[in-house]
């Protein structure tokens, strides 16, 4: 008699095993692609959301920002109106630009041009005499220099449209970034007659340039802030904004001027998301962001409950298939059982039916096999006893030919 020997099986070798194992993975990934997509789908949607808003937000700051650069613009009219300036006299304008100046903080300083673009007068905030006094004289169209091109231009745009506009670009003064507003100054008598050129500075890096944002309200984790070309920070406004915050870096070296476009930075190493777009009157950008903690707290808390869905359908595809696996478990072992009594020759052993699938058909199946066998095996130790006990008497049975 042979005997059977088997190589000791791993955990995945087992049939339970392996319907447990597929009921867990079914249960499993239907559930993990549902959810990358919900993520997925969400996340884009919170994006959007954002953007959208803060769009919204961008046009009003920019419009805002257009608006007080023309309301700057009314009130430098307004000033070049007045018979003071009219006159071209030295200290009669320098006298109305500092009374300009106590009511209008927002400006830095003003200069006074003849057509020539020779310097008649100049005014500062800080009233220096000797600041004020050695730009008298200075002939602007003159010289080579890039730094006053701006200026050049812009002087030469006012002789010739007579209506006041902004420097293309802004200006370093004495270490600080100005932008500059050009207006013509008319003749008194003579009403349609350009006499002068006057030119004021703004200071784009003082508590000056938030005064052009403060009146712009922002969300409470929103940020709004205004930088130059290369992100050098002009003005910032938001209750999660750091102090002090001087410069950002931004991705977009290509950055258009005629368009809006989504942006992502660090701050003190804190992620925002938002777009950028340009402050064409003030030759910079314009930033709108969130920090994307706080633009994905929804989607987190979401995270947290897709997790315990997932461990809920670990747990349900866990003993479901379980219970499936150890059913069929059952019946292959009583099946595989029987089979091994049957290789010892134990024909007297019957496999156990239950049910009616498959399962229950080969048991039946192997059951008939061995009632066969045990059929075979009584008429061949009869014809032993018979041919035994003639075999004893010398009587054998006669042979058929046939």
């Given at each position: 008699?042979?005997?059977?020997?088997g190589?000791?099986?791993?955990?995945?070798?087992?049939?339970?095993?392996?319907?447990m194992?597929?009921?867990?993975?079914s249960?499993?990934?239907?559930?993990?692609?549902?959810?990358?997509?919900?993520?997925?789908?969400?996340?884009?949607?919170?994006?959007?959301?954002?953007?959208?808003?803060?769009?919204?937000?961008?046009?009003?700051?920019?419009?805002?920002?257009?608006?007080?650069?023309?309301?700057?613009?009314?009130?430098?009219?307004?000033?070049?109106?007045?018979?003071?300036?009219?006159?071209?006299?030295?200290?009669?304008?320098?006298?109305?630009?500092?009374?300009?100046?106590?009511?209008?903080?927002?400006?830095?300083?003003?200069?006074?041009?003849?057509?020539d673009?020779?310097?008649?007068?100049?005014?500062?905030?800080?009233?220096?005499?000797?600041?004020?006094?050695?730009?008298?004289?200075?002939?602007?169209?003159?010289?080579k220099?890039?730094?006053?091109?701006?200026?050049?231009?812009?002087?030469?745009?006012?002789?010739?449209?007579?209506?006041?506009?902004?420097?293309?670009?802004?200006?370093?003064?004495?270490?600080?970034?100005?932008?500059?507003?050009?207006?013509?100054?008319?003749?008194?008598?003579?009403s349609?007659?350009?006499?002068?050129?006057?030119?004021?500075?703004i200071?784009?890096?003082?508590?000056?340039?938030?005064?052009?944002?403060?009146?712009?309200?922002?969300?409470?984790?929103?940020?709004?802030?205004?930088?130059d070309?290369?992100?050098?920070?002009?003005?910032?406004?938001?209750?999660?904004?750091?102090?002090?915050?001087?410069?950002?870096?931004?991705?977009?070296?290509?950055?258009?001027?005629?368009?809006?476009?989504?942006?992502?930075?660090?701050?003190?190493?804190?992620?925002?998301?938002?777009?950028?777009?340009?402050a064409?009157?003030?030759?910079?950008?314009?930033?709108?962001?969130?920090?994307?903690?706080?633009?994905?707290?929804?989607?987190?808390?979401?995270?947290?409950?897709?997790?315990?869905?997932?461990?809920?359908?670990?747990?349900?595809?866990?003993?479901f298939?379980?219970?499936?696996?150890?059913h069929?478990a059952?019946?292959?072992?009583?099946?595989?059982?029987?089979?091994?009594?049957?290789?010892?020759?134990i024909?007297?052993h019957?496999?156990?039916i239950?049910?009616?699938?498959?399962?229950?058909?080969?048991?039946?199946?192997?059951?008939?096999?061995?009632?066969?066998?045990?059929?075979?095996?009584?008429?061949?130790?009869?014809?032993?006893?018979?041919?035994?006990?003639?075999?004893?008497?010398?009587?054998?049975?006669?042979?058929?030919?046939?």
């Open positions: 008699m042979q005997k059977t020997t190589k000791t099986k791993s955990w995945s070798d087992k049939f339970g095993n392996k319907i194992a597929a009921a867990v993975v249960a499993i990934i239907p559930v993990l692609l549902l959810g990358f997509l919900v993520v997925h789908k969400l996340r884009t949607d919170l994006i959007k959301q954002a953007l959208s808003s803060q769009k919204t937000f961008s046009y009003a700051v920019t419009s805002g920002v257009d608006a007080l650069i023309e309301s700057f613009k009314k009130q430098l009219e307004m000033l070049a109106g007045l018979p003071e300036i009219q006159s071209m006299e030295k200290d009669r304008q320098v006298e109305a630009m500092h009374d300009f100046f106590s009511f209008n903080p927002v400006f830095y300083s003003i200069i006074i041009y003849d057509t673009s020779y310097v008649k007068s100049a005014a500062y905030r800080n009233r220096e005499e000797h600041q004020q006094n050695k730009y008298i004289g200075r002939h602007l169209l003159s010289g220099s890039e730094v006053n091109l701006p200026a050049k231009e812009a002087f030469k745009a006012v002789l010739k449209s007579k209506k006041p506009l902004v420097a293309d670009s802004t200006m370093m003064v004495q270490g600080e970034r100005m932008l500059l507003i050009f207006l013509p100054i008319f003749d008194f008598v003579a349609n007659k350009i006499i002068g050129v006057l030119s004021c500075a200071n784009l890096e003082g508590p000056e340039m938030n005064q052009l944002i403060s009146g712009f309200k922002v969300s409470e984790n929103e940020i709004m802030l205004l930088t070309l290369s992100g050098k920070v002009m003005a910032g406004k938001g209750n999660v904004l750091p102090e002090g915050l001087k410069q950002i870096k931004t991705v977009h070296k290509d950055f258009s001027f005629s368009e809006i476009t989504p942006v992502d930075f660090e701050i003190n190493q804190n992620r925002y998301i938002g777009i950028i777009s340009p064409k009157a003030l030759n910079g950008y314009l930033l709108a962001a969130k920090p994307s903690d706080i633009i994905f707290d929804f989607l987190h808390s979401m995270l947290l409950d897709l997790f315990i869905i997932l461990f809920v359908a670990v747990v349900i595809s866990v003993g298939g379980y219970v499936i696996s150890k069929l059952d019946k292959i072992n009583s099946l595989l059982e029987g089979i091994r009594k049957v290789s010892a020759g024909i007297s019957r496999v156990e239950k049910g009616a699938d498959e399962l229950s058909d080969a048991g039946d199946a192997l059951n008939k096999m061995i009632d066969s066998l045990e059929k075979h095996r009584m008429i061949d130790e009869s014809w032993n006893e018979i041919w035994k006990s003639a075999n004893n008497k010398g009587e054998l049975p006669e042979q058929n030919d046939e």
